[in-house]
């Protein structure tokens, strides 16, 4: 601890050095406790140097500014202050030891250095050392004493002492007296070490000689120089009074409350003297003057001017002096003790807190440092602290009286953003009192939270041919941060959609969430669209998070249905637009029922809006044909008359279902023959109206008819032939009569006449086999009588016995088996004749390059 001002110390040889490693040993011990202790005189003018605070603690002065260092005391005026350019400890006001310690002899004023840059705290303690500024003083400076002339020599009367402020040796020292050979100075000893001067008869008055002595007390303290008071005595001689009052207790004690009420009697004095009349009677008197206490000076009752306060004093001595009316008196000493009781609360000082902190502090972050102190003493003056609530914070006790909340749990700003913890002191006195403080924290955000989308997944439907720009949906996502941190923008996922970025369809608003299509959107190319969209913070770094959102195409009725068969005019060159046209035939001898074509259309669309209906819209004889509803399929509703025309013309309506409904139509052309004859010569006819009328479609149905012709001739002039061989066969073995013409079981009209155009009639079917694709739909012609990759037509219930047949039973005639079959010849004829076809319609191109000769998708069989 340095050394008080104005004190030196003084070593032995070899002792310096011992004496300064103690001084070192105990710096360093009181700064580890965090403790300086200085000394300073009294009466030092403002600023004055106290200590190096600074230097002691080891601070440094460049960083003392930013550390929010300061001096804190206990009492309501601040005496020292710390000068920032230096870091010492000066003098705040004008310090008076005997104004702030009058009844203690050692003064010691304690501070706290708070450091709130870390949160540590220093106790200061500073001795204010006394100096010889007071003079001793009598309270009265003129008494009289009356004394009986009677009064025997050696006889001792108690004066009044005086009284020094000052402490130590400047306190009071000595008594002198001078004025009168009568009297001498004797000092005694009081019970707390204190000088009680006493008047002695040293030889015997005679009121004749002298009346009236006059004295002066003296009285000195210790201090270089010494100070001095003086009090003047005057003794008045009186005639003889034998007794002197005398004291019921030689020293009264009483013990009262601090909260006794004003006004309380609280001891009462009593005295009695033996004498009589005016001589015993006894008055009261205090010796000093009190402004607390009162007697009364006939009662001897002491009653109380003011309140006790036990913090201010708790003990009080009065000196009570009781004189007859011949002038003796007798003295004794109340002494009134005060006993405490619990009404001060306890006090809660913030010496240094913090208003804000982050939510991701760790646990044990100070956040304020408190200090508690109740003015009471003993269990009253028993304090202690708690939090109220449920809070994450705790007290831990610290140096002394000293308190830290610290946080006890992680924070989260999310759940609590603001947290005011009341800081509760309470006594131990009963009843007890109590007191809180109000610390308010701000819980700062910390990038800890991802955006969190409403729904898990968002759908959204919209309708194809969209304007471009239309709003599909808005997604919406919320962050629990805040400020920046919550500050939420969306982008979409990385994607393609039929080899194009998934960014040319769709866009996100960044700020709102909304999504835009981009384009029109087509159904029959893109049913859905599939993505990702990104919701991204602010913070650093940034949090985020994704949803799946599914956008479905909503079909619309904008595509008219599409006619595969027949095939289109429009691929014949005709140029008419939605039209098409086919040419099909039919025998006369039709049952009705019987099924003459089938149209087959298609529809790009979906659901209700690809659901197709047929209609017979035109037919030249109206009752002649019908058309399946859902089918298309053109069936005879009558069997044809020979009325009705060969050629017949049928126009059929192809509608969907959708609002408003699209359509299509298809032309076909059915010519009706009972021969091969008017065949050939109603599709010949058909041929040179088409040419005639610049249509190339009838050039391609001449070379058509003239094909079919030819190649039939040509299969009955060989069939002709390979009977005539079996038949010479036949009559070399003599196994049957001559050939009557005609092969057994096969009647000569299958091969001319109506028969012959019925049999090839009825044998003529087809099959076809479409996709949603009118671009994949496929045709295949076969001309085997039977074809693995297909279905066979299915025969109608009266079709005629094969032409030719390759069995021979035992009533038959043995054939050759190096002869060719039947089958065989008629295989050939057929594949002739298809292979002819399928020449002239590529020539022509009659399917437009739509359909294609492949089994796996459509086929279209001829038996």
């Known amino acids: 601890r340095p050394a008080p001002a104005g004190c030196s110390l003084r070593l032995g040889p070899g002792g310096g050095r011992r004496a300064l490693l103690w001084a070192v040993l105990l710096a360093a011990w009181e700064a580890a406790w965090g403790q300086l202790r200085y000394s300073v005189p009294e009466e030092m003018p403002k600023g004055s140097f106290v200590g190096d605070v600074a230097k002691d603690l080891g601070l440094q002065l460049p960083g003392l500014g930013d550390r929010g260092i300061r001096i804190v005391s206990g009492g309501r005026t601040q005496y020292f202050s710390l000068h920032g350019k230096t870091g010492h400890l000066v003098t705040a006001e004008r310090i008076d030891r005997e104004q702030l310690c009058r009844l203690l002899e050692k003064c010691v004023l304690r501070c706290e250095l708070i450091v709130e840059g870390e949160m540590k705290f220093y ?125 019921s207790q030689a020293e009264y004690t009483v013990r009262v409350p601090e909260d006794v009420p004003v006004g309380s009697t609280l001891v009462t004095v009593t005295a009695s003297d033996a004498d009589e009349a005016l001589n015993g009677q006894v008055k009261y008197s205090l010796k000093k003057v009190s402004d607390i206490f009162r007697l009364n000076y006939e009662t001897g009752e002491i009653t109380l001017l003011r309140s006790l306060d036990f913090e201010e004093g708790n003990s009080y001595e009065l000196e009570v002096k009781a004189h007859d009316g011949g002038a003796l008196f007798n003295t004794t000493k109340v002494t009134i003790s005060v006993k405490d009781v619990n009404d001060n609360v306890p006090e809660i000082s913030v010496r240094s807190a913090i208003s804000e902190i982050s939510e991701d502090a760790p646990s044990g972050t100070v956040v304020a440092l408190l200090h508690v102190h109740d003015r009471d003493s003993g269990v009253n003056g028993e304090v202690r602290c708690s939090l109220e609530g449920d809070v994450p914070f705790q007290l831990q006790s610290s140096h002394g009286s000293y308190y830290r909340v610290v946080t006890a749990r992680e924070l989260d700003r999310e759940q609590v953003s603001e947290y005011n913890v009341t800081v509760r002191a309470a006594d131990c006195g009963s009843p007890a009192l109590q007191s809180s403080a109000l610390l308010s924290l701000r819980v700062l955000d910390v990038n800890d939270n991802a955006p969190v989308f409403a729904e898990e997944r968002y759908s959204a439907r919209v309708a194809e041919n969209n304007a471009a720009g239309a709003l599909v949906l808005t997604v919406r996502a919320t962050d629990a941060d805040w400020g920046q941190n919550a500050r939420v923008r969306y982008r979409l996922g990385e994607g393609r959609v039929r080899g194009a970025p998934l960014s040319s369809y769709v866009s996100v608003q960044a700020e709102t969430g909304a999504l835009y ?34 956008v479905q195409i909503v079909d619309e009725n904008d595509n008219a249905p599409q006619v595969l068969y027949p095939a289109p005019a429009a691929a014949l060159g005709s140029g008419s637009g939605g039209a098409w046209s086919g040419v099909e035939l039919a025998p006369r001898w039709s049952e009705p029922g019987a099924l003459v074509a089938k149209v087959v259309a298609v529809d790009a669309d979906a659901g209700q809006n690809a ?22 399929e053109v069936r005879t509703a009558r069997s044809p008359l020979a009325r009705d025309a060969a050629r017949q013309s049928l126009v059929v309506v192809v509608k969907d279902h959708g609002r408003p409904a699209l359509s299509a139509t298809a032309t076909l052309s059915v010519v009706l023959a009972e021969s091969v004859a008017e065949l050939l010569a109603e599709l010949g006819s058909a ?151 399928k020449y002239l319609a590529r020539q022509g191109n009659h399917l437009d390059g739509k359909a294609e000769i492949e089994g796996a998708e459509g086929d279209i069989h001829w038996a």
């Not at 007390?217 to 005639?239: E, K, N, Q």
């Not at 190319?525 to 949803?547: F, K, M």
């Not at 671009?775 to 074809?787: T, V």
């Open 611 to 632: 659901w197709l209906s047929y209609e017979l819209a035109k037919a030249t004889e109206p009752g002649l044909f019908r058309v399946g509803l859902h089918s298309g």
């Open 123 to 247: 106790e200061i303690e500073v001795e204010i050392t006394d100096i010889n500024d007071n003079a001793p003083s009598f309270q009265e400076a003129e008494t009289e004493l009356r004394m009986s002339e009677a009064t025997a020599p050696g006889a001792r009367f108690p004066l009044a002492d005086a009284h020094d402020p000052d402490s130590g040796r400047n306190s009071l020292q000595s008594y002198e007296l001078s004025g009168d050979e009568h009297f001498s100075l004797a000092v005694q000893a009081g019970p707390g070490g204190d000088q009680r001067p006493e008047l002695v008869l040293t030889t015997a008055l005679d009121r004749e000689e002298s009346a009236f002595h006059e004295l002066v007390l003296r009285a000195s303290d210790g201090g270089d120089p010494a100070r001095t008071g003086t009090a003047r005595i005057r003794v008045t001689v009186l005639d003889a009074n034998d007794n002197a009052p005398v004291f």
């Open 517 to 550: 299509a981009l384009r029109s959107l087509d159904y029959e190319q893109v049913r859905e669209l599939r993505l990702w969209v990104l919701a991204e913070d602010g913070g650093a770094p940034a949090l985020s998070s994704n949803v799946s959102v599914l």
């Open 687 to 837: 041929a040179d109206e088409a040419a005639a009328a610049g249509e190339p479609g009838g050039s391609l149905t001449r070379w058509l008819v003239l094909a079919v012709a030819a190649v039939s001739c040509l299969f009955l002039a060989f069939l002709l032939l390979l009977l005539a061989l079996r038949l010479r066969r036949w009559h070399r073995q003599q196994l049957v009569p001559p050939a009557s013409g005609a092969l057994r079981g096969v009647p000569v009209s299958h091969f001319v006449g109506i028969d012959g155009v019925r049999a090839f009639l009825q044998s003529y079917s087809h099959d076809v086999s479409l996709t949603a694709d009118s671009r994949k739909s496929q045709l295949r012609f076969s001309a085997s009588a039977s074809c693995c990759d297909t279905l066979p037509a299915r025969p109608l219930p009266d079709e005629p016995a094969p032409l030719l047949s390759d069995e021979h039973p035992a009533d038959t005639i043995p054939v050759d088996p190096t002869a060719p079959s039947v089958s065989f010849c008629v295989h050939i004829f057929f594949t002739t004749l298809s292979l002819t076809i």
